[in-house]
């Protein structure tokens, strides 16, 4: 069975300072990881996936995740912090026995202070 | 182009009511799926269509919750006998119809239901 722990209920940085949010996960097979962000009452973006390929996923916004299968993680970062990217971060991950389930992590809530 | 749409945005409902939500897909997307977002529950799968295939149903919580999908295109959920604990952000998301773990899904903006 898959799963995904997020390491981190709460994150606060300042303005240009950077972000790292953390992902662990468990898969029976070779898994395909998401990261996604929920703005205040928005439906849930990508920003950016994993999916074999290169190992340093470069996404939307400045946003980058390393795959690494030796640690089981996922983390993603930001060099530096904007207000804009005040929100909340999911960890997600798909694998083929699960089908195209995505299960989800418990969520990264971001603050940025000025 | 379109994203996903979904209807209401918001409802309200008595308990023992049933309730009925709606999922517009992208265009051309065959793979559509539900989940619920919840307080205690966080971000859970409910269920999925692919194609003409029979939905795989596993995350339905009880045998109140049902959902059809009509001409390959829009899904409506059904919740029958509303109870609080169905209180929750029901998102719909669609993807490319080739079957891997890789795709995409791209997710509503949700509806959010209230039952008090």
């Known amino acids: 069975a898959q799963s995904v722990t997020q390491l981190d209920s709460h994150v606060s940085v300042s303005e240009g300072t950077p972000v790292l949010l953390r992902c662990n996960y468990s898969?029976?097979?070779?898994?395909?990881l998401f990261w996604y962000v929920q703005h205040p009452n928005k439906g849930l973006q990508l920003l950016l996936k994993?999916?074999?390929?290169?190992?340093l996923v470069k996404g939307i916004n400045g946003f980058e995740a390393e795959f690494k299968k030796s640690e089981t993680s996922f983390h993603l970062t930001k060099p530096s912090a904007h207000m804009s990217d005040a929100a909340e971060y999911f960890c997600?991950?798909?694998?083929?026995?699960?089908?195209?389930?995505?299960?989800f992590g418990g969520g990264t809530r971001v603050l940025v202070k000025p | 182009g379109a994203g996903v749409s979904q209807s209401p945005s918001n409802k309200v409902t008595e308990k023992g009511k049933d309730v009925e939500l709606r999922c517009d897909p992208i265009?051309?997307?065959?793979?559509l799926y539900w989940y619920r977002q919840s307080l205690g529950q966080g971000l859970e799968f409910l269920i999925y269509?692919?194609?003409?295939?029979?939905?795989?149903k596993s995350g339905l919580p009880s045998d109140r919750f049902s959902a059809e999908r009509t001409g390959g295109s829009v899904s409506t959920l059904t919740i029958q006998r509303t109870q609080q604990e169905d209180s929750a952000v029901y998102l719909c998301?669609?993807?490319?119809?080739?079957?891997?773990?890789?795709?995409?899904?791209?997710f509503g903006p949700g509806t959010r239901l209230t039952v008090l």
């Open positions: 898969s029976s097979y070779s898994p395909s």
């Open positions: 994993y999916t074999s390929a290169a190992t």
């Open positions: 997600v991950v798909s694998d083929q026995a699960a089908g195209n389930k995505l299960t």
């Open positions: 269509f692919q194609g003409n295939s029979a939905p795989d």
């Open positions: 265009s051309g997307h065959t793979a």
């Open positions: 998301a669609s993807s490319r119809a080739s079957g891997r773990s890789t795709d995409t899904q791209y």
